[in-house]
């Protein structure tokens, strides 16, 4: 698991991330890579190269707006998770606009500093679940995380995910579109299944997914789409 601190000022970058390598003392299950940066434009740099899983992210940069990096994080990896942190409370409205995984207020106390961080890997692990999709192309594996939307047509499929778009015969994933109803995935349309993670906007019955595809949600799906999205938004919280 990568993770990424950003904040400018140097006392919050080294209180971080001591935090993080003592709970990797007593915590095994996963490997934890950490950097950080006192740059916003420095960290997206190697934001490019290599996308990090978790992001703490000062809302407050010198360089950038927090808010405005959240968006360009969420561009490139919808599953990007990010906690902001920072000392005034009048920013945590801001923090729901961007889909954060959570807010923290400096200074940073220690049992939710790694409350939070324990569920945030949970939430990662939680996502590397993996289903085999016979495509076109041969049988492939896609994570949780990969997966953008999937959509049928007669006896066929298409799914989106952030390799591409594969094709493959609907008889073949029945049980996996059932089965990821269980996971992070919503119906929206009779044949339309999003993951909910990478939806970036939500306009009334219009959705923008992290793909820039632009999806709609049927009259008859919208009350079961608001109470399952909704409910989406407050288990991350």
Same mark, same amino acid.
């Given at each position: ?7 400018? $000022? ?10 993080? $390598? =003592? ?12 950097? !950080?940066?006192?740059?916003?434009? #420095?960290?997206?740099?190697?934001? $490019? $190269?290599?996308?990090? @899983? ?7 940069? =010198? ?11 969420? #561009? ?12 005034? %409370? ?25 409350? +939070? ?9 939680? %996502? ?12 492939? !594996? ?8 999937? #959509?049928?047509?007669?006896? =066929? ?16 994933? =029945? ?12 119906? !929206? ?13 939500? @306009? ?7 793909? +820039? ?25």
């Amino acid at each position: 698991m990568r993770i990424a601190v950003i904040d400018d $000022e140097t006392f919050y970058i080294q209180d971080v991330y001591s935090k993080i $390598e =003592n709970f990797k003392q007593s915590f095994h299950d996963i490997d934890i890579e950490v950097d !950080i940066f006192t740059q916003g434009k #420095e960290f997206l740099d190697s934001f $490019e $190269e290599h996308p990090y @899983d978790l992001i703490y992210l000062d809302i407050e940069l =010198n360089d950038i707006n927090g808010v405005h990096l959240a968006h360009m994080i969420h #561009e490139k990896k919808a599953s990007t998770m990010i906690i902001f942190m920072t000392s005034h %409370m009048s920013y945590i409205h801001q923090s729901y606009v961007v889909n954060a995984f959570q807010y923290l207020t400096k200074p940073l106390k220690d049992p939710l500093f790694t409350y +939070e961080l324990k569920r945030a890997i949970k939430h990662y692990q939680y %996502m590397q679940k993996a289903f085999v999709f016979p495509t076109s192309q041969g049988r492939i !594996i896609f994570n949780l995380s990969e997966i953008i939307y999937l #959509e049928t047509a007669y006896k =066929n499929y298409k799914i989106h995910t952030t390799r591409g778009v594969y094709y493959g015969s609907l008889k073949a994933v =029945n049980s996996i579109r059932k089965a990821l109803l269980d996971y992070t995935f919503v119906k !929206i349309q009779r044949s339309f299944i999003v993951n909910m993670e990478h939806i970036v906007k939500v @306009d009334n019955i219009l959705l923008y997914m992290s793909d +820039e595809s632009m999806l709609m949600v049927s009259k008859k799906r919208y009350k079961e789409f608001k109470r399952r999205f909704y409910q989406f938004l407050a288990d991350k919280k």
